[in-house]
């Protein structure tokens, strides 16, 4: 092996030197030499794909594939220098975020639509077709006549690792190309040095022998293959697959380009979703289903598994729901799922539960961007016939760095618009936090978490224009002390509902940070704001505070009071004193709580007397999934934790979610222990 690795570094050395010399040959005559040093890569017949395991399931069915024609490919990425022939301003990104500052480092920080720029420039330039490779060519590439994850092996040799593993403050280091040796067909990097922009829409495999497949006629996102630097190494094998919103851009991607005709192979046609078709759009009468009577039904089970055959992933973990109402009279829900929080398999699932049924249905694929994390997810309806869907979208892993994605529906649900980026930096204060509200001024308020830590608070973005654009009001000031009276720039407390006050201002309340009362108890954080998110006063609620495992609802009920859904405290990390909390029953004899509860305030969240414990008193072992799994409720217990999301309907009802069960009642039942 020590012989080896030693020939594949001479290998390396010789490759580098020998590109520069290309690549410096190439400037100095670009008009007669081509600028990307390319090899021939022959024609022939491989295996696409895998065995569909896991997470890997879109790599199935593993099919045969002829490239009908021999083609030439970049030996390298493109890199600094070669890109910015093309575009000079593109310099001022070097070394933005630690990566890719020298000349002869692969190009990053570049978009679909800046590769395929390129390549147009780069044909007009010298006379002949470049373009992005399609994801077959890329991967028969690749493999170079191998079958395995790497054309060396099983495994990346551990020299040509760049640190791969999930990295949330991804390790700067160097993207130079060539450093790795080439493959049999004498191609650089394949496998992580950055991912690579290929020509395909993403898309389901066909079964079948194929002939220079170019994937699906459309699609939401675009195929990147090879992996990157921090990255763990199963995303770096031959076969794997990974894809982008078109429109993002980061220091983990990059492209090398083929000169080549393009095929002249037909695209796939885009699958319908023929579930769309199934969804109702007669408009609901919500007068008619308004009552009067106290309402409540706990305990209800939306989160379900997917239909046998359906395809759809569904992993060990499911949490982090959001929840809207549709025009129609169905319920919404969405929710992550996966086997690791900071896994890139977390995919978003959804749930309907159609007027008048009673049983939500099996979980379905709501959004996801392949190989990506998911984390943080809303819905807001905003009472004129549009649903709006905000998540978060990782780069490399985690949740810590994450871009913010917009996508819109006005068919109930059926479809959504593709996704769009709203704040495109993979960076902190993006992680989306379910309970997006509307001002009275009409605009839209979307909280998120200000860190990927448990004491890092809230922030707020704001869109005036119904989604167009945004606005942190942020200023850059650093993380605020959290004490009663104080004032800082985000909100007190991860997770945090925003509500609005018939004053205009804005209020906040979250988990963790929390302030010491007069009597010394730790209670929930209250934050208050006068301009509209960027400055916010902190002082101390008359509730409880919550941790891990929980996050709470607030939101303004259409009958004018506000309402809290929270928990009396956590059952393991809240002290006694801390968590005591009292209710009233129906019949006016007083009970000490704990769990979910329901309160209602009617001074603008200054007291919060009216509440009720979420539990119909029987006695029963319950499951709630995620990290609150089995607990025994009774006429004292409710559910002890979960994360919350809720929505009011027109016709007065109000809807909660837990991480796996869904809540039913209405103000009138609420108001019973007044």
């Not at 167009?468 to 009001?473: F, N």
Request: charged share 20%; net charge negative; hydrophobic share 35%.
């Amino acid at each position: 092996m020590k012989t080896i690795r030693n020939s594949i570094s001479r290998g390396s050395l010789c490759a580098t030197l020998l590109l520069s010399a290309l690549t410096a040959a190439a400037q100095s005559a670009k008009d007669t030499s081509p600028l990307i040093p390319t090899v021939e890569i022959p024609a022939g017949t491989f295996y696409m794909g895998g065995t569909g395991a896991g997470e890997n399931y879109d790599e199935a069915p593993m099919h045969r594939v002829t490239i009908s024609r021999p083609f030439r490919m970049g030996v390298t990425e493109v890199t600094n220098a070669q890109y910015e022939q093309f575009r000079p301003e593109h310099r001022k990104l070097r070394g933005k975020r630690g990566f890719s500052s020298g000349d002869d480092e692969a190009v990053v920080f570049v978009s679909y639509d800046d590769a395929v720029a390129f390549c147009r420039w780069l044909s007009e330039r010298e006379g002949k077709t470049y373009r992005l490779p399609t994801e077959a060519e890329w991967e028969y590439a690749c493999r170079a006549g191998t079958m395995w994850n790497f054309w060396m092996g099983d495994r990346l040799l551990k020299p040509y690792m760049k640190n791969q593993a999930v990295a949330p403050d991804p390790k700067p280091l160097s993207l130079q190309v060539a450093q790795q040796p080439a493959n049999p067909w004498g191609l650089h990097d394949m496998s992580g040095n950055v991912e690579e922009w290929c020509a395909d829409w993403y898309g389901p495999y066909m079964p079948g022998w194929q002939t220079d497949p170019v994937g699906p006629a459309d699609g939401l996102y675009r195929v990147t293959r090879g992996g990157s630097h921090n990255t763990p190494m199963n995303y770096l094998r031959s076969a794997n697959r990974s894809a982008m919103i078109p429109d993002d851009m980061g220091y983990h991607v990059g492209f090398r380009v083929v000169q080549a005709d393009y095929p002249t192979t037909e695209p796939l046609p885009v699958i319908p979703d023929t579930y769309a078709l199934t969804v109702s759009h007669e408009q609901c009468d919500w007068d008619a289903q308004r009552t009067d009577k106290p309402v409540f039904e706990p305990y209800i089970v939306y989160v379900k598994e997917p239909a046998p055959g359906s395809g759809t992933p569904f992993y060990s973990h499911n949490h982090q729901p959001a929840i809207t109402w549709c025009p129609n009279g169905d319920l919404l829900a969405i929710w992550f799922s996966t086997d690791e929080e900071k896994g890139r398999e977390l995919a978003v699932l959804s749930s309907r539960l159609r007027r008048g049924s009673h049983e939500w249905e099996p979980a379905r694929l709501f959004y996801k961007v392949p190989d990506r994390n998911m984390t943080g997810s809303a819905l807001l309806n905003d009472g004129r016939g549009t649903l709006y869907h905000i998540n978060g979208v990782e780069a490399l892993g985690g949740w810590k760095n994450l871009a913010m994605t917009l996508r819109t529906s006005t068919d109930d649900g059926a479809t959504w618009t593709k996704p769009r980026l709203i704040a495109p930096e993979h960076t902190l204060r993006h992680q989306v936090i379910a309970g997006t509200m509307m001002t009275r001024e009409g605009w839209i308020v979307q909280a998120c978490d200000a860190g990927s830590g448990g004491a890092d608070g809230a922030a707020v973005h704001i869109s005036k224009d119904g989604g167009q654009t945004w606005i942190d009001p942020w200023d850059g000031a650093p993380l605020p002390k959290f004490a009663e009276g104080a004032t800082g720039t985000t909100i007190a407390g991860i997770h945090a509902g925003v509500v609005q006050l018939k004053d205009g201002r804005l209020m906040a309340m979250g988990r963790n940070n929390n302030i010491t009362d007069k009597e010394g108890r730790l209670r929930m954080p209250v934050s208050i704001s006068d301009d509209m998110g960027k400055t916010w006063t902190y002082h101390a609620s008359p509730l409880p505070p919550i941790d891990g495992g929980q996050r709470l609802v607030l939101m303004r009920l259409q009958e004018g009071p506000l309402l809290l859904v929270s928990f009396t405290g956590h059952p393991f990390r809240t002290s006694d004193r801390d968590s005591e909390l009292w209710f009233t029953r129906p019949d006016g004899t007083r009970y000490r709580g704990h769990g979910l509860y329901a309160a209602v305030s009617y001074d603008e969240g200054r007291t919060w007397e009216t509440r009720r414990l979420l539990t119909d008193g029987r006695h029963e072992l319950l499951n709630a999934g995620a990290w609150t799994q089995w607990f025994e409720a009774d006429d004292t217990h409710a559910e002890p934790r979960g994360y919350l999301a809720g929505t009011q309907t027109p016709d007065g009802m109000i809807h909660i979610v837990s991480s796996r069960f869904y809540y039913r009642f209405n103000l009138p039942w609420l108001e019973e222990v007044k």
